[in-house]
């Protein structure tokens, strides 16, 4: 594996006191030229016509702040780095789909439950925050192939070795040049509902995404309930994902287990 970093261990994630404080997501939480009212225009449980629907499980938000001029240079044309307290997030998220279906389909034989692991930064279009994907690592060949082909995602196939003890998480994948992560955690406590405009809220309450097909920008959105999001201790990481970006991290990561929510997700749309 190509490693980036050595293994880190009892990285207990803290809420910081600005944490606590009311943000105007326009003025101080994210970049100023957010759209205050993006949220207004995101579908919701009663929205039609949803593609996909899912349950994400088993996951963990792993956060590391970023120079955001160096994470700009890595964006297509037309994306704008989305920026909290003057710093850029790249996280590495590894998850569970799990009772992935088409909605209008029947459940797809071998991507009905898989492993899957992102690299994600956030951004904006136009105003409108989003999640950009730097790879998407995934156990069903037919996900990747939809994911690829459908959603226009970068997404990977790769192996995966996982297991989970009670509130323990043993993770492990490896593509097929040899590039991998390595990562085990426990969740812990429920912390409070993350509040509009703190850092919480800011790197996991994204419900749009963006993709690149040549020169063309998509969106695509999800609807799911706010997370629960739990305390979490990171007892062993060994990475070559992020590395394989070519971004540069600052500092130790910020982690946060979440419960399970149901997912649905939209067909992605010229942005």
Same mark, same amino acid.
């Given at each position: 594996?190509?490693?980036?970093?050595?293994?880190?261990?009892?990285?207990?994630?803290?809420?910081?006191?600005?944490?606590?404080?009311?943000?105007?997501?326009?003025?101080?939480?994210?970049?100023?030229?957010?759209?205050?009212?993006?949220?207004?225009?995101?579908?919701?449980?009663?929205?039609?016509?949803?593609?996909?629907?899912?349950?994400?499980?088993?996951?963990?938000?792993?956060?590391? *702040?970023?120079?955001?001029?160096?994470?700009?240079?890595?964006?297509?044309?037309?994306?704008?780095?989305? $920026?909290?307290?003057?710093?850029?997030?790249?996280?590495?998220?590894?998850?569970?789909?799990?009772?992935?279906?088409? $909605?209008?389909?029947?459940?797809?034989?071998?991507?009905?439950?898989?492993?899957?692991?992102?690299?994600? $930064?956030?951004?904006?279009?136009?105003?409108?925050?989003?999640?950009?994907?730097?790879?998407?690592?995934?156990?069903?060949?037919?996900?990747?192939?939809?994911?690829?082909?459908?959603?226009?995602?970068?997404?990977?196939?790769?192996?995966?070795?996982?297991?989970?003890?009670?509130?323990?998480?043993?993770?492990?994948?490896?593509?097929?040049? @040899?590039?991998?992560?390595?990562?085990?955690?426990?969740?812990?406590?429920?912390?409070?509902?993350?509040?509009? @405009?703190?850092?919480?809220?800011?790197?996991?309450?994204?419900?749009?995404?963006?993709?690149?097909?040549?020169? *063309?920008?998509?969106?695509?959105?999800?609807?799911?309930?706010?997370?629960?999001?739990?305390?979490?201790?990171?007892?062993?990481?060994?990475?070559?994902?992020?590395?394989? $970006?070519?971004?540069?991290?600052?500092?130790?990561?910020?982690?946060?287990?979440?419960?399970?929510?149901?997912? *649905?997700?939209?067909?992605?749309?010229?942005?």
């Amino acid at each position: 594996m190509n490693a980036w970093s050595p293994v880190i261990g009892k990285q207990l994630y803290q809420r910081k006191p600005s944490e606590h404080h009311e943000y105007s997501y326009h003025e101080d939480m994210s970049s100023p030229h957010a759209d205050i009212g993006w949220e207004s225009r995101l579908p919701d449980e009663t929205t039609p016509w949803a593609a996909m629907k899912m349950i994400w499980k088993d996951l963990l938000f792993i956060h590391w *702040r970023v120079d955001p001029k160096l994470l700009q240079s890595t964006l297509p044309d037309g994306l704008e780095v989305d $920026t909290f307290d003057g710093s850029a997030w790249i996280a590495l998220v590894p998850f569970t789909m799990a009772a992935t279906s088409p $909605t209008f389909l029947p459940p797809l034989p071998f991507a009905r439950n898989f492993h899957e692991c992102n690299v994600r $930064t956030y951004v904006l279009k136009d105003g409108v925050p989003g999640v950009w994907f730097y790879s998407l690592d995934a156990a069903s060949r037919i996900a990747v192939f939809g994911g690829r082909h459908l959603w226009n995602l970068n997404y990977v196939n790769a192996r995966f070795q996982v297991e989970k003890h009670d509130r323990t998480h043993a993770y492990r994948l490896t593509r097929g040049d @040899g590039t991998g992560t390595r990562i085990k955690w426990r969740s812990g406590d429920v912390m409070p509902r993350s509040e509009f @405009g703190s850092l919480r809220h800011f790197l996991t309450e994204r419900y749009n995404l963006y993709a690149a097909k040549g020169r *063309r920008l998509w969106r695509g959105a999800v609807h799911h309930e706010p997370w629960t999001l739990r305390q979490a201790e990171l007892l062993e990481l060994e990475d070559g994902l992020i590395a394989d $970006t070519g971004i540069k991290t600052i500092g130790p990561p910020i982690c946060m287990a979440a419960d399970p929510v149901n997912v *649905r997700g939209w067909m992605p749309k010229r942005a």
